[in-house]
Structure formats: C-alpha cells, structure tokens
C-alpha cells in the first residue's frame, strides 16, 4: 500500500526547507527544522476482551519546543504510520508559531481501527498509551489533545491515567477534556468560530461585508457545522453544505436546523435541492470553504472551482498541485495553519485556565479567541502585503511560513 504518511512528510518538509532557503536560513537550522527533536515509538499490549493480548504500535513525535512545551493531538487510525505522526508534529510547530502560541509543536497517534474495539478495549488501549508516554509528557513538556477518532472522553482517561502515573493533578497535561474534568467552554465551536474571525478579518482588508457574500461549505462535522451556524449568524449566505453521504443546495441560505435533525433522523442533511460533493465545490459562491477531508481540491476539480476565496478550515484540504494552480489563478487561499488554528487557540486557553484553576466564561473565551485570531491574521497578512517599494507581495500560506519560521528560529539559540 502506498505510504500516504511519507508523502505528506515531504511535503511538510519540502515547505519547510523552501521557506527556509527564500528566508536565508543556514544549513544547519535547516536541519534543526526538519529534524524532530524527540521520536518515540512504541509498542503497546493489552488485553482484549476474550483474554487474548494484542500488540498495537504507537508514537509520539515531538518535533520542535522553541516556542514552548510540544503541543498537538493523539489520532486513532488504521493508516496511521509513523511518517504521518512526524508530518503532523511539524505541521503543528507551523500552526502554533502562526496562531502566536507560547508552543512548539507534537503529535502523536496509534495505529488501530478503533472501530473494531469495544470501549472496554479503547479505554485500555488510551490508557497503555500514556503507560507509554508519561515520561515524556506533562503541562511545561508536551501538552496532548484529541484528534482524528479521539474524544474528550478519552482524553479523561488519560488525563486520569497520567494524574495515577505522577501521584498528583495535572490537568494542563491534556487539553479537550470534558468540562467536568477542567475542560474550557467555547472548545466545540472553537475551530468553526476561529475560522469565521479568519475570514471576517479578510473581508475588512478586501472592502467587502458579510452581508450577502455566499459561501458553500464542505463538511457538516464539528468544524463544518459551527462555521455554518456561526457564518449563518454574522450574516453569510450560506448557500450550500456538504457531509460524506451528500449535500444541499438553497439559494436563500441553507436551514441548518433542518439539516441537522435529517442528518439525525435520516443519515443525509439532505432537503429540497440536493447537490453532490464534486457540485458544492464547483458552485459558483464567493467562498469555498472545505471543512471535510484532505486533497479533496485536487487535479482532477481544480480547473472547475469558481470561488474567488477558499478558506482551508479541514486539514490540508487542497493538494500541492491544486494549491498552485489556484493560487497562481489569483485565488486567496487562507491556509488551514491560520483558518482552523482556533481550535488550538482555544486549547491554549484550556491549558491557561488549568495551570491557573480559574476559569472564564463562555464570553470570556469567545472574545479572547477573537482578539487572537484577529492578530495571528494581521501578521500573516501585512507579511502577505508589505508596503509598495518593499518585498514583493506574497500569497497567505507563503507568508504563514515565513512567518512561524521566523518566530521559531529567532527564539533557538
Ligand atoms: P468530523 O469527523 O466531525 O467531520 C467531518 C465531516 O466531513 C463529516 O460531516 C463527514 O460526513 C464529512 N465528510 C467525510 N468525507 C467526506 C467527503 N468525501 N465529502 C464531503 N464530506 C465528507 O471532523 P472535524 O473535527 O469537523 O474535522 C474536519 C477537518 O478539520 C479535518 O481535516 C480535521 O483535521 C480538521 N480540524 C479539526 C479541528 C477540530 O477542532 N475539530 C481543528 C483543526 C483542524
């Protein structure tokens, strides 16, 4: 089987090394960069639920702590391999730099279908992991989260199986924890909402309103649906959504309340006009805002896509290919290291709020999610658009990295 995990390694790090070689870094930071500071790869025995053991394997790479203790979710997948995990980890040292976080960046994961286990099974695979990690990780070293196929329930466990390890509290060590366990409030919507600051922050430098601008949205999970509700509540049309069975399209803005109670009844958000993945993301709106998967933009629809803005609020949701022929097409493209780097802000917060054991409201968090997201924008975008007689212009995702590389590099000694 291909290794899809190596592939987006090299392209994490040919990103990397590009932006290094334009800002005239060295050789050797160039290797610094590329190189994790920390591997750990392990193998993890449990017993399943007829009495045999079973073996998994598992890592946690941390791959840069200038900024800060290592920062970045745990994934449960059956593709996951150890060159993801690296991928991810470097992608994160990225996301925190640009979001302006007091963090490096880390990741770790299991390769399992965690789908095939009963909860018993998934409670002691979550709790061998940080068996095997507990050494390594802690509020001031490397602070976990949840990520792809993990929840806030398993983050309690590991919180309490760490908490068990250690012999005290330590509920910074892990962020997206339910709220009961010192969770912050505002973490569900977070990713959505940081998007939607993203892309009003956009509008103002571009003289445009949200009034009446159309948007069509990929995705109707967590990130898909907030950023929905919340575009739906600040004014956006939303015109079309999207999830993994199929979509609808409304040119008076999609009734997501009815959406949602289909999706719960029926399995399909699907009511009136219904449109398929591949129409959504070739509609003619003012932006396109893919909340679903990686490479869905890719060689095979770019030529077709009509929105003059795309907002990157899945994970690498457009392929490199896609990336520049959009982008040389003179599309704006908010790259997913800014557009979806609320979530991680909002852990941020979460972290704050447990070293401190004060914790804010509701509005407390939504306004200091704001604050920060508008300023991680207006870095990236005045790198984007120096003043006329400076640099040339830049498109978002170029300037993101020259930025994170910078705000790296200039605190390792
Ligand atoms: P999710 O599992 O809650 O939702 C994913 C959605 O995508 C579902 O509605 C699913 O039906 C839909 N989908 C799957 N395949 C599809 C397809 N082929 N076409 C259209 N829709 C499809 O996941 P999420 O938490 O919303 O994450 C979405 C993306 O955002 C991922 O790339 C994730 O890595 C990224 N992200 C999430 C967060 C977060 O806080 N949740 C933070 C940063 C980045």
Redesign the pocket.
């Known amino acids: 089987m291909e290794n899809q995990g190596k592939k987006m390694l090299e392209s994490a790090q040919a990103l990397i090394i590009k932006t290094a070689e334009k800002i005239q870094l060295d050789h050797e930071m160039i290797k610094r960069l590329i190189e994790p500071e920390f591997a750990h790869e392990f193998a993890l025995t449990i017993t399943m639920d007829n009495g045999n053991k079973k073996v998994f394997k598992g890592w946690r790479i941390q791959h840069n702590s200038a900024l800060g203790p290592y920062k970045g979710g745990i994934r449960f997948h059956k593709d996951t391999v150890r060159e993801e995990v690296q991928a991810l980890g470097t992608l994160m040292s990225i996301k925190c730099a640009v979001a302006g976080l007091p963090y490096g960046g880390g990741k770790g994961g299991i390769m399992v279908d965690p789908k095939t286990l009963s909860k018993a099974e998934l409670e002691r695979l979550s709790r061998a992991f940080i068996g095997r990690i507990a050494h390594v990780i802690g509020e001031n070293i490397d602070i976990p989260a949840p990520d792809?196929n993990t929840t806030p329930e398993i983050m309690s466990w590991m919180l309490d199986e760490y908490q068990k390890v250690i012999g005290r509290k330590s509920p910074a060590t892990f962020t997206g924890k339910p709220v009961s366990m010192g969770g912050s409030l505002g973490r569900t919507e977070?990713?959505g909402r940081g998007g939607l600051f993203v892309l009003l922050s956009l509008l103002t430098k571009l003289k445009k309103k949200a009034k009446g601008t159309t948007v069509a949205v990929?995705?109707?999970?967590?990130?898909?649906y907030y950023f929905a509700r919340l575009a739906t509540e600040a004014g956006f049309k939303v015109v079309a959504i999207?999830?993994?069975r199929s979509g609808v399209y409304d040119k008076n803005g999609v009734d997501l309340d009815r959406a949602l109670k289909n999706k719960k009844e029926k399995g399909t958000v699907s009511y009136g006009k219904t449109i398929s993945?591949e129409e959504l993301l070739e509609l003619d709106v003012d932006v396109l805002v893919p909340?679903?998967?990686?490479n869905?933009v890719n060689d095979k629809n770019m030529a077709k896509i009509k929105a003059g803005i795309i907002v990157e609020?899945?994970?690498g949701p457009l392929t490199a290919d896609a990336y520049e022929y959009l982008s040389k097409k003179g599309k704006i493209i908010v790259p997913d290291v800014l557009a979806?780097s609320g979530?991680v802000t909002v852990s941020y917060l979460e972290w704050v709020q447990g070293k401190a054991g004060y914790f804010w409201s509701e509005k407390e968090v939504n306004d200091k999610l704001k604050i920060m997201m508008e300023k991680a924008f207006e870095a990236i975008w005045k790198k984007s658009n120096p003043p006329a007689g400076g640099e040339k212009k830049m498109p978002l995702k170029q300037a993101a990295f020259e930025v994170a590389l910078e705000r790296i590099t200039s605190a390792m000694v």
Do not use: K, Y
């Open positions: 792809v977070a990713t990929q995705g109707f999970g967590n990130v898909g999207s999830d993994s993945n909340a679903a998967l990686e869905m609020m899945a994970n979806n979530g």
